[in-house]
């Protein structure tokens, strides 16, 4: 791409604002379903199966605060990427980075979720971190 000869800066490419509103749509359900997840760990100490001997070893009640918390702070960053808040792309990174994290640890409870989560979350700091993506 060429650059803007009024602002010295690159073109905005049509791809990287879209990959930007799909890490944001994305993070809205990402969050919404660990809120989700949230509530049924404190609302049924047993819908997850207890894993026994595993080393991140905590209780579902603490899981489920986990969860709760952040997929309601992943939520916030979403919307504030939506509403192209300045602040939003930094603690959009922050909290996908800690929700990977999260999901890393909640795997021998949910496996096929925490890896399907950890690569949606891998994604959507790819798609954040591309140059010039929020800067028109």
Known sequence: ????????RQPVSDWAV????FAAAMMLMNGLFQVIAGLAALINDEYFAVIRG???DLDITAWGWIHLILGLIVVG???????????ARVVALIVTALSALDNFFFI??????SLLVIA???????????????QQ
Do not use: C, E, H, K
């Not at 960053?77 to 602040?87: F, N, Q, T, Y």
């Not at 021998?108 to 979720?113: D, E, I, R, S, V």
């Not at 700091?125 to 140059?131: C, D, E, K, N, V």
């Open 1 to 8: 791409m060429t650059q803007n000869q009024s602002t010295g």
């Open 18 to 21: 879209g990959g930007v509103v």
């Open 77 to 87: 960053a979403g919307i504030g990427l939506l509403v192209r808040a300045s602040w």
């Open 54 to 56: 595993y080393a991140f």
């Open 120 to 134: 949606l979350d891998v994604w959507i700091i790819w798609a954040l971190t591309r140059p010039n993506v929020l």
């Open 108 to 113: 021998p409870y949910a496996p096929f979720w």
